[in-house]
């Protein structure tokens, strides 16, 4: 077998290592695209983009303007306050000590 002479390795070594690298390219590309959107408007994960599409109402993480105020949990003049504790009277009789 004939020693092929050093230049020629390297240029088949170079050569190679850029198919790899093509290769790889093509293969990763799209995944990676179709991770972060790929639109040109599109701020990935951390930012959120807001021209992507919103997910079901019952889906979805509510806003904070979205979550009612604590302030009216502990309100007695509120009706579905007096209802709990009607409910919460009438519990007592049935659970003892549970």
Known sequence: ?????????????????????VLSALIVGPAAIAQTGGAAGSQGAAGQSQFGREAPVGHRQPRADQVPSEKNISDPNNPANKEDLA???KIKSICRGC
Not at 1 to 21: G, N, Q, S, Y
Request: charged share 40%; proline share 4%.
């Open 87 to 89: 409910l919460d009277r």
């Open 1 to 21: 077998m004939t020693k092929m002479p050093e230049k020629e390795t390297k240029k088949r070594t170079a050569a190679a290592l850029i198919a790899a690298m």
